[in-house]
């Protein structure tokens, strides 16, 4: 896979834009990417758009093709994005809370197969 480039939405020469920053869709960095999700699994994505003045969006991708999907459609040059490997983030050790959703009689089953 050929490195992606992308059109930006803002060029402002206060954020010192730069010929050799880190690209995150270099032709390295998509690669390891892709070896990760084949061997590890998911990605939990947060996309910061430059100048976007909100909240990161976060969203969770299953395939590689996808993530790829994702970056040509929805990001413009100079967002930030920041990437981790879901199976290694979430464990039941640090979860934030648990627990499962009772009926409307109040009931939440001790077992069950999820």
């Given at each position: 896979?050929?490195?992606?480039?992308?059109?930006?939405?803002?060029?402002?020469?206060?954020?010192?834009?730069?010929?050799?920053?880190?690209?995150?869709?270099?032709?390295?960095?998509?690669?390891r990417i892709r070896k990760a999700m084949e061997s590890r699994g998911s990605i939990l994505v947060e996309h910061w758009r430059l100048r976007g003045g909100q909240a990161p969006a976060r969203l969770v991708i299953d395939e590689f093709e996808d993530f790829v999907e994702y970056i040509q459609k929805e990001v413009a040059g100079?967002?930030?994005?920041?990437?981790?490997?879901?199976?290694?983030?979430?464990?039941?050790?640090n979860r934030f809370e648990w627990g499962k959703v009772p009926d409307v009689d109040g009931y939440t089953p001790q077992r069950g197969a999820y």
């Open positions: 896979m050929d490195e992606i480039r992308i059109q930006a939405r803002w060029r402002v020469t206060d954020d010192e834009w730069v010929k050799d920053g880190r690209k995150l869709t270099s032709v390295e960095r998509l690669d100079g967002d930030a994005v920041d990437i981790w490997l879901v199976h290694e983030l979430c464990t039941a050790e």
